[in-house]
């Protein structure tokens, strides 16, 4: 249980495009995801939170401009890379938190999207 | 900033058990141990939790000392597939707040 995928895996574009990056819950509903970055040898980054129906929270230093999140369904998460650059190649991964959940319950991860922006 | 310090790296033999060390001396009461590891290039895996038990799992076990300062990770019989950044985070109960640091880059060796 619990299973998170992303989609597309790997998407490569040139810069200047937008780009978008599917987050689901298979199993699940989750009333919150969460969208990080990871450079090369680097740990992950948190970038936002979304609560399914509100606007996203952004870390401090991220363009919400430029990294826009929608959140429209309990399974369902979108990271657009709007108007891409070369420094926004990165691995970027979602996890999501159940709904209804217990105390201790945590995130779960998807298996992340590999962007090269040429 | 992460509020846990771990070894960058450790190698295991195949088979033997892997122990993997986290230092959390700031720990709230509040707060829980969390596991993870990311094998390269996928997302992060849920390995274990606890509070001041120790737990166990088909995964892992883990041992909080009493004084909750710190805990260890055992990977009872290591394999290959095992090699992985095993990152130990600390969060509030209920936060669904994830820091995560640099983590143990594990290898298991043949």
């Known amino acids: 249980g619990a299973v998170v995928s992303q989609h597309p895996s790997r998407v490569i574009c040139k810069s200047g495009t937008s780009v978008k990056i599917e987050c689901r819950s298979l199993d699940f509903q989750a009333t919150t995801m969460f969208w990080y970055r990871q450079f090369p040898k680097q740990s992950l980054m948190l970038m936002a939170t979304?609560?399914?129906?509100?606007?996203?929270?952004?870390e401090q230093g991220v363009e919400k401009d430029k990294f826009l999140i929608n959140h429209a369904s309990l399974t369902l998460s979108t990271l657009t890379v709007t108007s891409a650059h070369p420094e926004d190649s990165s691995f970027y991964i979602c996890s999501a938190g159940l709904a209804g959940r217990k105390i201790t319950d945590t995130q779960y991860f998807g298996p992340g999207t590999r962007l090269t922006v040429l | 900033d992460a509020k846990t310090t771990q070894p960058p790296s450790m190698d295991c033999a195949e088979g033997r058990a892997a122990n993997l060390p986290c230092n959390h001396s700031?720990?709230?009461?509040?707060?829980?141990v969390y596991w993870y590891r990311q094998i390269h290039s996928q997302g992060p895996q849920y390995i274990i939790h606890g509070l001041k038990n120790n737990e166990t799992n088909e995964m892992a076990s883990l041992i909080i000392t009493e004084d909750r300062k710190s805990s260890t990770l055992i990977l009872p019989h290591a394999t290959l597939r095992d090699t992985a950044v095993y990152y130990c985070?600390?969060?509030?109960?209920?936060?669904?707040?994830?820091?995560f640091g640099k983590g143990t880059k594990l290898s298991v060796i043949p």
């Open positions: 979304s609560n399914e129906g509100s606007k996203a929270t952004y």
């Open positions: 700031t720990i709230s009461g509040n707060e829980y």
């Open positions: 985070i600390v969060s509030p109960a209920g936060s669904y707040q994830l820091t």
